[in-house]
């Protein structure tokens, strides 16, 4: 691995590994050889950045509940909502009017 404290600004040759100040740059050979180790320092915070070709890269990034768009508290929100509307709890605007109103406009 080569260490410096040189800002990533540069694609660099496939064949590569780098460290740079807050990120490890791969290729993406290197990544498919060692995955687990990957993922792991992933895992742990440290921003990887595997390389593809001479003008690609990729961010590798651990996803947590948050990041998902439908967590549980939003599916429960839109079934929530599905029920209301199915009850005829809406409140129905058809004027410009009524949208600034429900606004605050």
Known sequence: ???????????????????FK??????SREFRQN??????????????IVQRGKDK?????PVNEDDVYFNA???ERIKESIKQAEEGKVKRISTPEGISDLLGL
Do not use: H
């Open 57 to 61: 890269a990729y961010a590798l990034t």
């Open 35 to 48: 995955q687990r180790v990957y993922f792991e320092k992933a895992d742990k915070g440290e921003q990887i």
């Open 22 to 27: 807050d990120m490890l740059v791969i290729s």
């Open 73 to 75: 508290e939003m599916v």
């Open 1 to 19: 691995m080569y260490k410096t404290n040189v800002k990533f600004s540069i694609f660099v040759p496939y064949w590569y590994t780098f460290k």
